[in-house]
C-alpha cells in the first residue's frame, strides 16, 4: 500500500468510483422500496408525520456520528455504515413479510434517511483522506 492507502502505488480514483456506484445503487433501490411500502400502506397525507420525525431524527444521527468519528477510526465508522445498511435492509423485510408491524414502513423511510446521511459523511471523510486540495478538485466531480 502506498501513503494514500490504495494497493501498490494506483490511484484510489477506481476504487471511490466502485464504491460510489454501489452506495448510490443500495440507496436508490432502500429509497424506491421504502417509499412504497409506506405510501401504499399509509398514503400522502402520512408523511407529515415522517418530516416531523425526520427533524427529531437527523439531528439525532448527525450527532451520534460526530461522537463516534471522535472515538472510532474511519474505517470502523464505514463498517458500521455497512451494518446499518444490512440490518436495515433485513430488518425491514423480516418486519414486512413475517410480522404485521403497521410501523415497519416508518423505520425503513426513517433508517433510509440515516443511511443516506452516514453515508455521504463516511464518503466525504474518505475523500478528505486520500485527496489533497488539488486532486479533490480534479476527481471528485469525476467520482461523484
Known sequence: MNSRGAPGGQSPTPYLIG????????NTILYTVANSLFLTKFGAEALAHI????ALFVPAISFMYSASYRRFSSAFIGLLTTALFM??????WALETH????????????????????GHLV??????RLFNVREVKKCVPVII
Open 123 to 128: 464518503q466525504g471523510d474518505q475523500i478528505q
Open 87 to 92: 440490518v436495515l435492509c433485513f430488518g425491514g
Open 99 to 118: 410480522t404485521s408491524q403497521i410501523w415497519a414502513p416508518y423505520a425503513l423511510l426513517l433508517g433510509w434517511n440515516a443511511y443516506f446521511l452516514v
Open 19 to 26: 464504491q460510489t456506484f454501489i452506495y448510490g445503487f443500495a
Open 51 to 54: 418530516y416531523i420525525s425526520l
